[in-house]
């Protein structure tokens, strides 16, 4: 869990956030005429990236996700909405709890469409970072990213 007092900007980092909300569209439809999931986990994916990079400006690699698996389909023009928190600080690493939820599009219902668990590592220079230790961001100029 997180370490207690902890902030990230203003939120607690274990403070539920909305990462991202999109439409769904046509392109992203299977046979069936609903979103294919592999849509939907890339969606997860950067979800855990714009969590991650709450706690520092590195290159944020997904290590791992935890079994996914869907509970309602989810329709062309759908708003889903990704909401994430932090659930473990490392030294070089994050966990990521990401739900996902949908608004159908006709009638303005929301349904629980999954959730997961991502773990990030923060990476500098091609390597793990310690980025509670000492800010990336001190070895760059201000709005630099690690490469």
Known sequence: MSEQ??????????????????VTMPRDTNPYGTIFGGIILSYIDQAGFVEARRHGNLDWVTVAMDKVEFHEPVHVGDIVT????????????????????????????????????????????GKPFPFRESPCQSRHYPGERCT
């Open 5 to 22: 007092g902890h902030t990230t900007g203003n939120t607690p980092i274990d403070e539920k956030v909305m990462a991202m909300r999109i």
């Open 82 to 125: 990704f909401i994430t928190h932090t659930t473990r600080l490392g030294r070089t690493s994050i966990d990521v709890q990401i739900e996902v939820e949908a608004e159908r599009f006709d009638s303005h219902e929301v349904v629980h469409v999954t959730s997961a668990n991502m773990t990030l590592v923060g990476m500098c220079d």
